[in-house]
């Protein structure tokens, strides 16, 4: 930049302007073009960022109005060119000026001494700061010259900065949803967490899960083992998991609610500090859990009038959870677990910042097997940014 500032202050032979125009057509595809020509009328070459050499049309082209305002409005520049529509029609694989709406246009503006052949040509480039427009409209159009009219990326009808709501407490990252037809586990977005990571807890590794609720998914199998009753207990120890009894109404097969205590209603909690006091909804020290279990076509699953309870199953990578009926396998005359009556898909992700605090303040700490270790008080610092997802979008 600096160079480029002293090459204009000496006004030297090569010191002449030259603006360059790369219109991105379609997505990553671009055609370039100039007012400028050589003095045997052809085209002109510039490199890029990369240093690839990109050859430059001459046309009758035009920007104006790049005026920056200290009123806080934003300039809306306008484009000029010469309406021959043909050119442009070969340039740009067949659209037409209509088709242009939408665009993005980038304006580069540099010297003549730094043009592929001159003796400033290097890579990077030398170049003044570019600025880049979307063209919004087709302003006016007669036979001698066609005129667009310039906005800014995000001064257009309907965009707002910033583009995404922010929620208090809510993960401000985009993560795909059921509707995705991606495996889980290949899923992407802002966060850097794989749902097939583990964290460890007593030596065992569980795959991690965290529903709408902001409440843990663990395997059933292996919560039930380790868990102990809570009742008529005094003390409890920090990463051991505990359950207490409850008394929960379950549907029946016809979607009907029956008058029973099923034996299985548990209540499950993770201790994340030690204490003498039970747990309960109130008690810090806890964590709620969930449970989940492979699926099988000869197991009975359940669904209850508190639907936090509704049995959850993990099918090639999705989770499922029970509707309001009680079933077995797939429900009815099913022969596949779907969206239906019997069967919706359970949020492997809550989106809630209590959520990331557990998986990151997990994931800094990891297991001789491979896994994470659970820490859940722990005082370490988060990564820089904060959370969530800043391994992969830090800036």
């Known amino acids: 930049m600096t160079a480029i500032v002293e090459n204009v202050q000496k006004q030297g032979v090569e010191s002449s302007i030259i603006t360059l125009y790369d219109l991105e057509y379609a997505t990553g595809v671009f055609a370039y073009f ?7 009328l052809s085209s002109i070459q510039f490199r890029d960022v990369g240093g690839t050499i990109r050859t430059y049309t001459p046309i009758p082209i035009e920007l104006e109005g790049f005026d920056v305002q200290s009123d806080g409005a934003i300039a809306r520049p306008t484009m000029t060119v010469a309406n021959i529509e ?72 309907g965009i707002k900065l910033p583009r995404r709501v ?40 569980y795959l991690l899960a965290i529903n709408e609720s902001d409440e843990m998914i ?15 207990l005094s003390s409890f120890t920090q990463n051991s998991f505990y359950f207490t009894a409850t008394a929960q109404q379950r549907y029946g097969t016809t979607g009907v609610l029956l008058d029973v205590n099923n034996a299985d209603t548990r209540q499950y909690w993770f201790c ?29 699953y359940y669904g209850y009038r508190d639907k936090a309870f509704n049995d959850v199953v993990l099918q090639s990578g999705v989770f499922w959870r029970v509707q309001r009926t009680s079933l077995t396998g797939y429900g009815g005359t099913q022969t596949s677990i779907s969206e239906n009556i019997y069967w919706t898909k359970a949020d492997r992700c809550g989106k809630q910042i209590t959520s990331c605090r557990l998986r ?36």
């Open 34 to 40: 100039t007012s400028a020509i050589d003095e045997d």
């Open 86 to 157: 043909s050119t442009f029609k070969d340039a740009l694989g067949g659209l037409g000026f209509e088709d242009l709406i939408g665009k993005r246009i980038t304006r580069r503006t540099t010297q003549e001494k730094y043009l592929v052949g001159n003796s400033g040509d290097s890579t990077p480039p030398v170049e003044f700061p570019s600025v880049t427009y979307v063209i919004d409209r087709l302003a006016s159009k007669s036979v001698m010259a066609v005129e667009f009219e310039l906005a800014a990326p995000f001064d257009l009808a």
């Open 166 to 205: 922010v929620v208090g407490g809510a993960c401000p990252w985009k993560y795909q949803g059921a509707s995705t037809t991606l495996a889980e586990v290949n899923k992407e977005g802002g966060c850097s967490w794989r749902l097939d990571n583990k964290i460890n807890i007593g030596g065992t590794d």
């Open 218 to 232: 663990l395997l059933k199998t292996a919560v039930t083992g380790a868990a102990s009753n809570a009742s008529g």
């Open 272 to 300: 994340i500090r030690a204490t003498s006091t039970a747990p309960s909804d109130t008690n810090s020290a806890f964590r709620k859990i969930r449970v989940y279990q492979a699926f099988s076509t000869s197991g009975a």
């Open 360 to 395: 990151f303040q997990a994931k800094l700490h990891p297991s001789v097997s491979g896994a994470f270790s659970a820490l859940q008080d722990n005082t370490k610092a988060l990564p820089f940014g904060g959370y969530p997802g800043v391994i992969q979008r830090r800036r």
